[in-house]
């Protein structure tokens, strides 16, 4: 079935150092986009979002890329912090009112300082 | 920002019995709620889409008559493990999309770590 999925289990950083996260999605009736992250024991939390009728958004901090063409997302992360430490998801959701997110594997980031 | 709460946030049962884990959104209706599952090391996967004052929608290979839910009102979702196993010991979270839908993020409560002993 279709699904999102990322492309490295892991990643490791230093502090200070940018991150980039990466996603690639199959779904192309999704419009919506979703980064969340998730500590130890804890549910997700929501970081930044995007349309698909944008290529680009920024928050604080955070930058999520959308390239409809390859159907491929990433989130990156400036100057990256030890509480920055934690399993990343990205999530579609179908243009369809009362579905569910779907979600990728995760990516772990450690950042070390 | 919306705020959906889980409780309870962890419990240890004995392999038989039966827990109840309830959802509520706190400031924003919720028509819609889902229930997730996940495993250690795992992603999030759907059990469940739980509609209010209707029978919830089970993902394939998920048993309804196990994992049972009950979406009574609009801020309200619960999840009842029944008979339960140490094989459904894991992290159970629930979600709500505000009742706008289309185009709107969803909120996550902060999960039930259940220990089926």
């Known amino acids: 079935g279709e699904s999102v999925g990322l492309h490295l289990p892991t990643l490791s950083v230093q502090e200070g150092d940018n991150s980039i996260i990466n996603c690639a999605y199959s779904n192309s009736a999704s419009d919506y986009f979703i980064w969340y992250k998730q500590e130890s024991g804890k549910g997700p939390q929501f970081i930044i979002d995007?349309?698909?009728?944008?290529d680009k958004r920024q928050g604080q901090r955070v930058t999520v890329l959308l390239n409809k063409t390859v159907k491929h997302l990433s989130l990156q992360i400036a100057a990256t912090q030890p509480g920055d430490s934690a399993v990343y998801f990205c999530a579609e959701i179908p243009n369809q009112a009362g579905t569910a997110l779907i979600f990728g594997k995760g990516t772990t980031l450690s950042v070390s300082s | 920002g919306a705020v959906v709460s889980q409780h309870p946030s962890w419990v240890i049962c004995k392999s038989g019995t039966s827990v109840k884990i309830e959802c509520r959104s706190l400031?924003?209706?919720?028509?819609?709620m889902f229930w997730y599952r996940q495993f250690p090391k795992q992603s999030l996967m759907l059990m469940a889409t739980s509609n209010e004052g209707s029978k919830a929608t089970y993902e394939q290979g998920v048993e309804k008559d196990k994992f049972l839910i009950n979406h009574a009102s609009l801020t309200l979702s619960t999840l009842t493990v029944t008979s339960a196993h140490p094989e459904d010991s894991s992290f159970y979270i629930c979600?709500?999309?505000?009742?706008?839908?289309?185009?709107?993020?969803?909120?996550f409560g902060q999960g039930t770590r259940l220990t089926v002993v």
């Open positions: 400031d924003f209706q919720a028509t819609t």
């Open positions: 979600s709500a999309r505000d009742r706008a839908g289309l185009g709107t993020e969803a909120f």
């Open positions: 995007i349309r698909s009728n944008m």
